[in-house]
């Protein structure tokens, strides 16, 4: 029977809270666990950066001619690139204060499942927010540079 299962059997059955501290601390204690969770994690900041540079593109590519004019009227390119960069950050940060505020709801239901972690640490949640910071910035610098780089009298020419 797998590790996993195993534990969901023991889930299920109350009585058994010091079998399952155990399996627990064998999961966190083997290289697999720790394997498995890294891939996880990766995968879904992979997925997180790509789809993010996506829609910043899409956006980048929907005001091409909105870009043109405003380097025509003497915009930097600095000005460029902050005007897509506070955009994205906007989005990602509403986002964020959404999930902190149901993850703090969520936390109060939780509170008997949490083992040996605050529910409302907030040293937890600022390494949170800036993990998920993270892709978001990294992800929308390049179409932000990229639309810095538009020549104005091409984004004109082409609409």
Same mark, same amino acid.
């Given at each position: 029977?797998?590790?996993? @299962?195993?534990? *969901?059997?023991?889930?299920?059955?109350?009585?058994? @809270?010091?079998?399952?501290?155990?399996?627990?601390?064998?999961?966190?204690?083997?290289?697999?666990?720790?394997?498995?969770? $890294?891939?996880?994690?990766?995968?879904? #900041?992979?997925?997180?950066?790509?789809?993010? =540079? @996506? =829609?910043? *593109?899409?956006?980048? *590519?929907?005001?091409?001619?909105?870009?043109?004019?405003?380097? *025509?009227?003497?915009?930097? @390119?600095?000005?460029?690139?902050?005007?897509?960069?506070?955009?994205?950050?906007?989005?990602?940060?509403?986002?964020?204060?959404?999930?902190?505020?149901?993850?703090?709801?969520?936390?109060?239901?939780?509170?008997?499942?949490?083992?040996?972690?605050?529910?409302?640490?907030?040293? %937890?949640?600022?390494? #949170?927010?800036?993990? $998920?910071? %993270?892709?978001? $910035?990294?992800?929308?610098?390049?179409? #932000?540079?990229?639309?810095?780089?538009?020549?104005?009298?091409?984004?004109?020419? %082409?609409?």
């Amino acid at each position: 029977m797998s590790l996993f @299962r195993k534990l *969901a059997l023991l889930l299920r059955r109350s009585r058994f @809270r010091s079998e399952l501290d155990e399996e627990m601390a064998d999961c966190a204690g083997s290289g697999l666990c720790r394997h498995l969770w $890294l891939r996880r994690g990766s995968e879904t #900041a992979r997925f997180t950066i790509s789809l993010s =540079v @996506r =829609v910043v *593109a899409y956006s980048v *590519a929907q005001r091409r001619q909105e870009i043109g004019v405003r380097m *025509a009227l003497s915009a930097t @390119r600095r000005q460029i690139s902050i005007l897509f960069l506070r955009r994205t950050l906007t989005a990602a940060l509403i986002g964020l204060a959404c999930g902190c505020v149901a993850t703090l709801m969520v936390t109060r239901l939780l509170r008997s499942q949490l083992y040996g972690v605050e529910p409302n640490n907030p040293r %937890t949640f600022l390494i #949170a927010i800036l993990l $998920l910071l %993270t892709p978001v $910035l990294v992800a929308s610098l390049r179409p #932000a540079l990229q639309a810095a780089s538009v020549d104005p009298v091409e984004a004109l020419r %082409t609409e």
